[in-house]
């Protein structure tokens, strides 16, 4: 039996760990040490020289154990598992989000260079686009969630813009909106764009829908960057990030990661890898929940309006295709206006016993957020109002609870507003 052939909820229980290297312990144990023991010094050479680039592996010859700084067996084998499920060539891991992000910038763009990318996006991303790369010397073009891709491409023509493109960063669905964005127009817009000596990478944030529902890698995308904190952890335990992709790509951002010193530590992989056993089980609850919630939200008249993903009736024609295009679920985020302005959705958010008021998402406990007093606070108001991020809207993360205890409660919630 080829193990390649497994569905990855099986593979999460053993793939890439041999227990007879770990005195027969059936899960992998927690590796806690800073530095590892060469054979020879022969060896430790070969290590180094693999580690800084100096020459290619042979066939056959894998990384060895030099520093934790370097790589741990907790993180190699948790990288051998996340990618599974993106169908990704490799995958690296950080210990946050906003880590694995900010080392994709700094490892493709140098000053001269320009990043093309949508609005809304999560807060911490807009700052650093917006406030770290211009101070490095990088051009920065913004469009809508819901903007054309070709008026897009065209307006980067106009403004002389695409001999200096280098990346297409997406986040879709857009957080906390659930927009969606066409991600194989935009890799066609990429490609436009890339000569014999420049290639446009796409990158897309796939955080909101997590590793069942989308699959930008399948669509063209050339990384996919996750917050792993969300479904992959998934127990609101943990902060840690992932890049995946194809192993040339992938190679450049370790190679960063190395010298930034932003990767996990061995009991953030060894809960990653805990968390990854029941992954599928939980989304799919999760997924489930979320429907029945949504139904109750639809029509309840204290609801202004609502941004979910499930209901297709209510979708106009271009994310109708989107959808059904790159989406294979609707997922477990919802983002919702309550009647009332500020103090109305204030006043919901009070009066919530069994959901948590917290920011993050997509963990086993529903937690519901303000985006425009939280997650973006940092944004320009009218900007915020611009984007359809009112001081009206709450953010639902659904969880495992049962769903009719999570009615109960936002049923309770809305009658207080």
């Keep these: 039996m080829n193990k390649k052939d497994l569905h990855p909820e099986s593979l999460m229980m053993s793939f890439g760990y041999q227990p007879e290297l770990s005195e027969g312990a059936v899960k992998c144990p927690v590796f806690q040490t800073s530095t590892y023991a060469f054979k020879t010094a022969e060896e430790g050479k070969a290590y180094f020289e693999l580690a800084y680039g100096l020459r290619d592996a042979q066939p056959s010859e894998e990384m060895g154990l030099i520093y934790s700084r370097l790589n741990t067996p907790n993180m190699e084998i948790l990288e051998n598992r996340m ?72 307006g980067i023509r106009q403004k002389g813009q695409g001999d200096s493109l280098k990346m297409v960063y997406l986040e879709t669905p857009t957080n906390p909106t659930n927009h969606l964005i066409d991600i194989e127009a935009y890799c066609n817009l ?69 010298f930034l010193g932003n990767m996990p530590a061995p009991w953030t992989c060894w809960l990653l890898l805990r968390s990854l056993e029941t992954l599928k089980m939980r989304m799919e609850r999760q997924e489930k929940n979320t429907r029945e919630v949504a139904k109750f939200l639809h029509h309840h008249p204290k609801v202004k309006t609502i941004h979910y993903l499930g209901f297709e009736e209510d979708m106009d024609a271009r994310t109708r295709r989107i959808y059904r295009k790159q989406c294979s ?35 086993t406990e529903s937690l519901v957020q303000h985006p425009a007093s939280m997650t973006h606070a940092g944004m320009d108001p009218d900007e915020r109002d611009r984007l359809g991020i009112t001081d009206e809207l709450v953010r639902l993360s659904i969880g495992v609870e049962h769903p009719d205890d999570l009615i109960m409660d936002i049923r309770q919630a809305l009658s207080d507003v």
């Design 190 to 258: 990429a490609k436009e764009f890339s000569t014999e000596d420049k290639k446009v990478l796409v990158t897309v944030d796939n955080t909101y829908l997590g590793p069942m529902w989308q699959h930008p890698l399948q669509v063209g995308a050339d990384l996919v960057v996750y917050s792993a904190t969300k479904f992959f952890g998934g127990h609101s335990d943990l902060i840690a990030g992932a890049v995946m992709g194809n192993t040339q790509w992938i190679a450049k951002i370790k190679e960063m990661r190395v």
């Design 83 to 154: 990618g599974l499920w993106d169908k990704a060539e490799d995958c690296a891991v950080f210990d946050s989000g906003m880590a694995a992000i900010s080392t994709i910038f700094l490892a493709y763009l140098k000053p001269g260079d320009t990043l093309l990318y949508n609005q809304p996006l999560y807060g911490g991303t807009v700052h650093f686009i917006e406030h770290i790369l211009p101070s490095m010397g990088i051009n920065i073009v913004e469009f809508d969630a819901w903007d054309d891709p070709k008026e897009v491409m065209k």
């Design 329 to 363: 679920a609707p997922g477990s985020m919802i983002a919702f206006e309550v009647r009332g302005g500020e103090a109305g959705a204030f006043a919901f958010l009070n009066n919530l016993h069994l959901i948590k008021l917290a920011v993050s998402l997509g963990s």
